[in-house]
């Protein structure tokens, strides 16, 4: 059984570098929220430079997966205290990347918006890029 509702999506990602320097990015879009087969999914679009980007992320209890496709590919997976494979399309080939989860959580939007969260270190081809904190607030949109 699927249930799908339509959602406005308040996305954050703090990136830390080991020199200390700190970027965030905010994004601010609409999207869908499904349930389906007890796993909840959150789907959206964001228009970069290179194109168009849609993003679904696969949220369970105890782990998430964040896949992007369009003008950028990637696949990010989670597993709370643990290390897992991840991989980035880039122009030169499929590089692999490792996310090391610190933290991740998930609660559905019932009182309070749904929200993602996850904070995690990211390793491309053996080398440390930075600790990211996502944080991706949903509630329904209610129609007019």
Do not use: C
């Not at 059984?1 to 999506?9: D, G, K, Y």
């Not at 998930?106 to 440390?128: C, D, T, W």
Request: hydrophobic share 30%; no cysteine; charged share 25%.
């Amino acid at each position: 059984m699927e249930n799908s509702t339509p959602v406005s999506i308040q996305l954050n990602t703090v990136i830390s570098q080991a020199d200390g320097t700190k970027e965030e990015f905010t994004l601010t879009s609409t999207g869908e929220w499904i349930t389906k087969n007890n796993i909840d999914y959150l789907k959206y679009e964001e228009t970069q430079e290179a194109g168009t980007v849609r993003t679904i992320i696969k949220m369970e209890e105890h782990q998430a997966v964040i896949l992007r496709s369009g003008a950028l590919k990637m696949r990010l997976a989670f597993r709370d205290g643990e290390s897992m494979m991840s991989s980035y399309d880039s122009e030169y080939g499929t590089l692999s990347l490792i996310t090391e989860t610190k933290k991740y959580t998930h609660r559905i939007p019932q009182e309070k918006p749904g929200r993602f969260y996850v904070n995690y270190n990211l390793e491309m081809a053996g080398s440390p890029v930075g600790n990211y904190t996502m944080t991706i607030d949903y509630k329904e949109v209610t129609p007019r």
